[in-house]
């Protein structure tokens, strides 16, 4: 006998109602990837987020990039580039032909509504107290769940502590009545970029990414792989969000300990420089690392805090986190006293001297003074009575920050100009420096990248710190 569907053995079932595979907010979200008809939105358009969205741009999506820095927006709207170390063409490229229909930048959150996918990257910064600030990535959840719709894929790049994505933001979007996995899809992906490098760029590192649940995870992972060469799928959000804080931690840990090394060889009168080098001839477990004045930047002298913080709620100190925090931060500190014995040795006293720093980026050939060291030099030296200039070709004048305002304009180099200081402090390598003309013409010079290594003549003027 031939049944009719539904009827077995005379009981009528009625078949449970699935809507179609491709009516899912899944479904429909993964084809717009797959197609490239998917707009995504980038949020804060700074050294992460700006070549972020320009990846996306040249994958060939609509882009819209959201800042509340309205000159940020207004120079795009212009085609200019305000981070030079991208190169000018990154912005108007994108501005350029049939792409400049598929780029936007605004002002207006809003518009989040019209994206498909967005990816948060706002700053992540530490509070007076070492403690975690995460107001940013706060505001920009709450920015996106007001205009929160189903079939949306949200991504945080900030870095930032394990469980952020899933205690700060999941919250606040299933607030909304939604569901995530279901309704829309929430993942963190860690930003590794490291602006001013050469041989690596936003697609060519690659991308971990982890989801709040497997749905959302494949997304992000299907979203990324259509801009970055290599995508890596990690089991969950927490593990990417800590994947990223072990290879900052590692850096600040064994930058910690070169610069340990430097001081202790430095009383040895060791060049640690040539130690560095000459143990770098192991094939293998060894890894260089260099001494410097300082961490700088946004990630290396903040993000481990950010475990600290987190690992007091399951109870456990993280030794090696602060004690390379306690002897990186104390390196200013050494290069403003090997300064000033060097000005001694020289018969020279600090109050009433002239000093310039050259560099105020926290690293060569960038124009980025985040938490660089150049600025607490500066200020100590000033306070034991010297009057500091300094000279950056990526700098021209200081802006106001979080912790300084120097209110200083980058002097003209030129010989004349090093012949009227006592003491040359070279505080960051930028490529951009005559170091032959630097040693020719400056009476003392106080050397905390090596940046002398290859000057020629005299050399009885130049310290190491
Ligand atoms: N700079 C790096 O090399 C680097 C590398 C890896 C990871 N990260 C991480 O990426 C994140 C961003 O860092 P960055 O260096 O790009 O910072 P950035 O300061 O260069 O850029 C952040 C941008 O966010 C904008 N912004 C601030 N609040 C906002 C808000 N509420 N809504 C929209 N925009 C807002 C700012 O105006 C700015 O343009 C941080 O968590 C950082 O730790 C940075």
């Known amino acids: 006998m031939i049944r009719e569907p539904g009827v ?3 009981w009528r079932v009625t078949p449970v109602q699935f809507p179609p595979l491709m009516d899912m907010p899944q479904s429909q979200l993964k084809a717009r990837i797959e197609s490239n008809a998917a707009v995504i939105g980038v949020i804060g358009l700074g050294y992460v987020g700006l070549p972020l969205l320009a990846a996306f741009h040249r994958a060939g999506f609509k882009v819209v990039g959201f800042d509340v820095d309205q000159k940020k927006i207004d120079a795009l709207h212009k085609g200019e580039s305000y981070l030079k170390h991208l190169g000018a063409d990154l912005v108007s490229n994108m501005k350029r032909g049939d792409g400049a229909k598929r780029f936007d930048a605004t002002a207006d959150f809003a518009r989040l509504a019209e994206c498909d996918a967005i990816i948060s990257c706002v700053p992540t910064p530490l509070g007076h107290h070492l403690e975690p600030d ?8 709450d920015d996106i769940a007001r205009t929160l719709r189903k079939g949306q894929l949200v991504v945080l790049e900030s870095t930032t502590y394990p469980r952020t994505t899933r205690e700060i933001m999941l919250p606040r979007f299933e607030a909304r009545g939604l569901k995530c996995g279901v309704d829309f899809f929430l ?9 001013g490098r050469k041989d690596h760029n936003t697609q060519s590192i690659p991308k971990l990414v982890g989801g709040i649940d497997a749905v959302s995870g494949e997304l992000a992972t299907a979203m990324y792989r259509k801009a970055i060469k290599q995508v890596i799928p990690v089991s969950n959000a927490e593990v990417a969000e800590a994947a990223k804080l072990l290879e900052n931690i590692y850096r600040a840990v064994n930058i910690a300990l070169v610069n340990e090394m430097k001081m202790v060889l430095d009383a040895m009168g060791i060049d640690v420089w040539e130690v560095i080098r000459a143990a770098s001839t192991k094939p293998f477990g ?4 260099y001494p410097g004045p300082g961490l700088g930047g946004h990630c290396i002298p903040i993000d ?5 913080w987190k690992a007091r709620e399951v109870g456990l100190p993280t030794r090696f986190i602060e004690l390379a925090g306690e002897v990186n931060r104390a390196m200013p500190e050494y290069v403003v006293q090997r300064i000033t014995l060097a000005m001694n040795n020289h018969g020279k006293a600090m109050k009433g001297s002239k000093i310039l720093a050259l560099g105020l980026a926290y690293k060569p050939d960038v124009d980025d003074v985040r938490e660089s060291p150049s600025f607490e030099i ?13 000279h950056d070709p990526h700098v021209p004048a200081t802006h106001k920050m979080r912790h300084y305002d120097l209110q200083m304009r980058s002097i003209e180099l030129s010989p004349a100009s090093l012949k009227s200081y006592d003491c040359i402090v070279v505080a960051t390598h930028h490529s951009a420096y005559d170091w032959q003309m630097i040693a020719d013409n400056a009476k003392l010079i106080v050397d905390t990248r090596n940046a002398m290594r290859e000057v020629r003549g005299k050399r009885e003027h130049i310290v190491p710190a």
């Open 8 to 10: 077995l053995l005379g």
């Open 134 to 141: 995460l107001s940013y990535v706060e505001a920009t959840a």
């Open 187 to 195: 993942a963190y992906s860690p930003e590794r970029e490291d602006p």
């Open 286 to 289: 060894f890894q260089a690392f």
């Open 304 to 308: 481990p805090f950010y475990l600290t």
């Open 378 to 390: 500066i200020e100590k030296l000033e306070h034991l009575g010297a009057q500091v200039d300094y």
